[in-house]
């Protein structure tokens, strides 16, 4: 018998605590770091659109799925498929999932690191009088370096565990409810900040007049991973806090709001960037350092600038944060469930593993640089696995494990609340998990692995 058996099992108490525990989830690097900058290379609005077609056709039915499977089985993302498919191997799906979580988290808290960084940068007024060149030598020298970008992220780790083993009421929903309304008002800050700049409404414009010549098979895949990893999917995340939320919840309702306030914040940080790199002339397409080297260009160069900055890398490590506790969590709630451990040592054990992971991540970027496998450095490798194999892979089981295996009857009775709510989308949610969501996902997937180049 296992301790969840004994005691009655941690969960979120409101629906507003449900909703700020999963959009804080959804609401991370992804949407502010990646978002931007990937709809910047894809054309801005036609990128956009498909972006929210693909949330809406995809990204819904799987999340209902992973809450429905979650919620049903009351386990970790293991525990739940031994629970509903005893003496199967579709528990391997789950062990996917706690591996997916070990690898993410190992570059994911590199990168929160520096957001911390960058943070006291901004209190120093670090960036002032410095053109771009010099703010990206400053970037660079930072992250190839070997103990600071250690420290910062080992202080990031300390943070994550600190409110993971605090548990779900304590702990994740406590936090979530401030940090998350904290959140929503410093991005509004800062695209009111953004708008009014002289010349910023040609940002707009890019954001969101749709050239639909730009568009490419490639964007459209490059959309569609997007949108599963800035919703948290496939690695059994939803499937875990799925696990804490209350029968009475309306799970279409919660997907429906997390889904839309993770899309909203996506825009809004969109709204604040891209005004901003039009306004001072910069390349929109610019990559993965538009944060940490075009930002701080920005901020020096513009009115308020000095707190500007303060208030987006503070953000930025907001929204990192309620993310890495949901990834930290999937690997924890396994422990205590399936291994027996306390909370606590299993906080300690799963961060100090995902820590030393870490190190080599941060290594890679600097020291580590010449060690390689399949050409890729160690940070790379991580991302690249648990991203374009692990997740797809894991969302593709996801639907049709609910869609094939559990099948039409226990997903309706789950969705419905045993039929206390009316569901007459239910056939369309059926067709989705069935067949359209496989379909698309086995796509992503083979374009991840580069068996077709577009
Ligand atoms: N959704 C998070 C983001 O956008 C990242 C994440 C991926 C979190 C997978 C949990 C699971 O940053």
Redesign the pocket.
């Known amino acids: 018998m296992s301790n969840s058996d004994l005691t009655p099992r941690d969960r979120f108490t409101s629906r507003f605590g449900i909703i700020a525990a999963a959009a804080g ?7 502010i770091w990646k978002f931007p900058y990937v709809a910047g290379q894809g054309g801005g609005g036609a990128f956009l659109v498909v972006y929210v077609l693909f949330i809406a056709a995809i990204g819904l039915p799987v999340m209902l799925s992973e809450f429905s499977i979650g919620r049903r089985a009351q386990r970790n993302a293991i525990g739940s498929f031994k629970n509903l498919a005893p003496r199967t191997p579709w528990f391997l799906v789950g062990v996917m999932g706690v591996a997916a979580a070990f690898l ?1 988290l190992s570059f ?1 808290s590199a990168v929160a690191g520096w957001t911390l960084e960058y943070i006291i940068k901004s209190f120093s007024d670090a960036f002032a009088g410095r053109d771009e060149e010099e703010l990206n030598l400053m970037f660079s020298t930072f992250v190839s370096g070997t103990w600071r970008p250690l420290f910062w992220q080992l202080i990031f780790m300390v943070l994550t565990a600190w409110i993971v083993v605090a548990g779900i009421k304590q702990g994740i929903e406590k936090y979530t409810k401030v940090l998350m309304p904290l959140l929503i008002v410093m991005i509004l800050v800062l695209c009111v900040r953004s708008i009014t700049l002289p010349g910023g409404g040609a940002g707009l414009a890019f954001l969101f007049n749709p050239d639909f010549s730009k568009l490419t098979a490639g964007t459209l895949l490059g959309a569609l991973g997007q949108a599963f ?4 999917l496939g ?1 059994g ?1 939803l499937i875990t806090y799925g696990s804490y939320i209350q029968k009475n919840n309306n799970l279409s309702e919660t997907v429906i709001q997390v889904s839309v306030t993770d899309t909203l914040i996506a825009i809004l940080a969109g709204i604040a960037i891209f005004p901003a790199v039009f306004a001072f002339n910069i390349d929109p397409a610019e990559g993965p350092g538009l944060v940490f080297i075009t930002l701080p260009n920005i901020f020096q160069q513009m009115p308020g600038g000095y707190f500007f900055s303060i208030i987006f890398f503070t953000l930025l490590l907001i ?1 990192a944060l309620t ?1 890495s506790i ?2 930290l969590e999937v690997v924890v709630a396994y422990i205590v469930e399936e291994l027996h451990l306390t909370r606590k040592r299993a906080t300690i054990l799963a961060s100090v593993m995902i820590s030393v992971l870490g190190i080599f991540c941060s290594l890679s970027l600097g020291i580590l640089s010449d060690f390689r496998i399949f050409g890729l450095v160690i940070f790379d490798l991580m991302d690249f696995t648990a991203s374009n194999l692990l ?1 797809p892979l894991g969302g593709l089981f996801i639907v049709l494990f609910v869609g094939w295996y559990l099948g039409a009857g226990p997903a309706r009775n789950e969705i419905s609340n045993e039929g206390a709510l009316r569901l007459g989308y239910f056939p369309l949610f059926m067709f989705l998990v069935r067949f359209i969501a496989p379909f698309a996902i086995t796509l992503v997937f083979i374009y991840g692995l580069g068996l077709i180049r577009i």
């Open positions: 989830s959804a609401v991370g690097l992804g949407n993410i994911y990893f800035s919703l948290s690695m995340t929204a993310s949901s990834i997740l």
